[in-house]
Nanobody, 123 residues
């Protein structure tokens, strides 16, 4: 497992941007697939974006395609989520997660989680 700490959340108006960061500790970060999930109040945890160990493969849920971008810097043990053109429906707590091998959409298959960071988009 790796230890994960998210930052960068906040309150933003619709149409605005935020950049989330997830700092990882542990020597195995560069071997991990990483993902961002979100959980809105009263709803389940939803896959948002994922990136493989090298950064060469990324995947997104349909509702954020073209607006969000996931990236990673293995030298800094950090994964990012750039969020543009934010909408009120993007309001949620955003979690960083990691697992060995490949990206999956199922949160139960991730063994490392951060504490989350709140993103609130006002209309």
């Amino acid at each position: 497992q790796v230890q994960l700490v998210e930052s960068g959340g906040g309150l933003v108006q619709a149409g605005g941007s935020l950049r989330l960061s997830c700092a990882a500790s542990g020597r195995t970060f560069s071997t991990y697939a990483m993902a961002w999930f979100r959980q809105a109040l009263g709803k389940g945890r939803e896959f948002v974006a994922g990136i493989n160990w090298s950064g060469g493969t990324t995947t997104y849920t349909d509702s954020v395609k073209g607006r969000f971008a996931i990236s990673r810097d293995n030298a800094k043990n950090t994964v990012y989520l750039q969020m543009n053109s934010l909408k009120p429906e993007d309001t949620a707590r955003y979690y960083c997660a990691g697992r060995r091998n490949y990206i999956t959409y199922d949160p139960h298959e991730y063994d490392s989680w951060g504490q989350g960071t709140q993103v609130t988009v006002s209309s």
